[in-house]
């Protein structure tokens, strides 16, 4: 296989290991020697801060002092002199190095002594300087302390070029060793996996064939293994699963059959039910009418009864409509008009139709919201969802008889939401305030005409919008929402 696992761990060790190991060539012969320079000057400029404290502090001449001083020096591999401005030699770390220790001060002082600057502050200056008479190259710190006192400290910086040299010379040695004996403990270890997966592949192409005896068999308690087990595991039960499918399917197919059946005896019922309702209701006003126009010998009370006949009808026959408009959104009978148009425009209109009945309720509308706010949605459905929270709002307000209506802008969404001060519904009512023909409180909807109808058109409505909705309870009053989409598309 051109593109085998085998292959691919082999060229991603080989690769892995050759890189790492010509990165760490690069990095020992290009920053070695940089990492001990810096390293050095941050020791002298430790050794040069305890100096410092310890000529400030007066320390400097007590034996605990200039212990500790040369206990650093040992570790940090650092020869220290200093000489105060009596010329008088107040510390120093070898005894043979002495008097080299004083050359190389006069030297720089003199301006003798050439090398290049590595760092200089207003106290001191690094150099790396080469000793021509020893061959051997030094980093030097000279400088004044804070009492006048002049100092240097001497590291030795000769070796580091032979421990960059011989650290390559290891590093390419480990390095062919270590590709040698990877290629081989990976050749042999992309053996053992990649045989059962091989098997594995097999195995799955057979199954694809709907070739259910196939079965993995070369065992094993690693991954791999587990995997092979659940092969044969899901090979038995993709095989009970397909004769169930088969049996489901029928069973299926018949459920299909009888919902079919019991949509149809619904969508009868409830065109049944329209039209036998139509002819009595037509029939009532007539009547009514009739009556109303002086049949009885007793106008006072003919026209009372036609009053309620008129009025029931009237009723009846806004169910019927209500009824028959729900039908059409629970089974997605009705087209939706998706349209960009101003809310607020739309919040107006609904508001001027219903001036008369706001009057009558007694209320006060306040209405919150920017001079225009545009959303994309069906229009005139819109207008059915707003117009029946309001007249519920109209029928319900209490208290301090309070409207308020409010358009708020979201992300991608604006919400509309219609408060009416009075009382809260109760919890247990909420969820099923969406019901058909539900009621919170009979006698209050029977007063105003209400049927129970209402909320499920706004659900209906909504959810064709797949748009949310819902109510919320205040210890004043009730507020209902609904969101629609500010933007054609949401990101």
Not at 19 to 40: D, P
Not at 222 to 241: A, C, P, V
Not at 295 to 309: A, H, L, T
Not at 450 to 479: C, P, R, T, W
Request: net charge negative; glycine share 8%; charged share 25%.
């Amino acid at each position: 296989m051109k593109y085998s696992i085998k292959r691919q761990m082999l060229g991603v060790f080989l690769g892995l290991v050759t890189m790492i190991i010509a990165l760490m060539f690069v990095l020992n012969s290009s920053f070695l020697e940089r990492f001990f320079i810096k390293s050095k000057q941050m020791d002298m400029g430790e050794m040069y801060q305890m100096l410092t404290d310890a000529v400030e502090t007066y320390h400097l001449g007590e034996e605990e002092t200039q212990e500790e001083l040369m206990k650093t020096c040992e570790r940090k591999n650092l020869s220290v002199s200093v000489v105060n401005t009596n010329s008088e030699v107040t510390f120093y770390t070898e005894q043979d190095k002495r008097g080299r220790l004083f050359t190389q001060m006069l030297g720089y002082e003199l301006g003798i002594n050439k090398g290049d600057v590595l760092e200089e502050t207003n106290h001191y200056k690094i150099y790396r300087l080469k000793d021509m008479g020893r061959g051997e190259e030094y980093i030097d710190m000279f400088g004044t302390l804070s009492d006048g006192s002049v100092f240097i400290i001497q590291s030795p910086f000769g070796s580091i070029r032979d421990t960059v040299n011989s650290t390559n010379k290891f590093l390419l040695y480990v390095g062919m060793v270590t590709l040698v004996c990877g290629f081989m403990f990976v050749w042999y270890f992309s053996r053992k996996i990649t045989k059962p997966i091989l098997e594995l592949a097999d195995l799955s192409q057979r199954m694809a064939n709907l070739d259910f005896d196939a079965k993995y068999t070369s065992g094993g308690e690693n991954e791999i293994g587990i995997l092979g087990g659940n092969f044969n595991l899901m090979s038995k039960r993709l095989e009970e699963t397909i004769s169930e499918l088969k049996s489901a399917n029928n069973q299926l197919q018949k459920d299909i059959e009888q919902k079919e059946k019991m949509e149809d005896m619904r969508n009868e019922f409830l065109g049944n039910v329209s039209h036998e309702l139509k002819t009595p209701i037509a029939l009532i006003q007539g009547y009514a009418e009739g009556l109303k126009e002086g049949i009885s010998d007793d106008p006072e009370s003919m026209e009372f009864y036609c009053d309620v006949i008129m009025d029931e009808a009237s009723k009846m026959n806004r169910m019927v409509r209500n009824l028959l408009t729900l039908n059409q959104l629970e089974f997605g009978e009705e087209d939706l008009q998706f349209a960009r148009f101003d809310i607020v425009g739309l919040i107006q209109g609904v508001l001027a139709s219903c001036e008369i009945l706001i009057q009558q309720a007694g209320a006060g509308v306040d209405f919150v919201a920017d001079e225009a706010v545009y959303v994309w949605a069906d229009e005139f459905k819109t207008e059915q969802v707003f117009r029946n929270y309001l007249t519920n709002a109209i029928h319900h307000v209490d208290n301090e008889k309070r409207i308020e209506i409010r358009v708020i802008r979201q992300s991608d969404t604006v919400r509309i939401t219609v408060f009416n001060s009075g009382k809260p519904i109760p919890e247990a009512d909420i969820t099923k305030l969406w019901d058909k023909f539900y009621k919170v409180d009979k006698a209050h909807t029977r007063e105003y005409g209400g049927n129970g109808i209402g909320l499920s058109i706004v659900k209906a409505i909504m959810e064709s919008f797949h748009q949310q909705y819902g109510v919320k309870n205040y210890d004043n009053g009730v507020e209902f929402w609904f969101e629609l989409d500010s933007k054609l598309t949401k990101d």
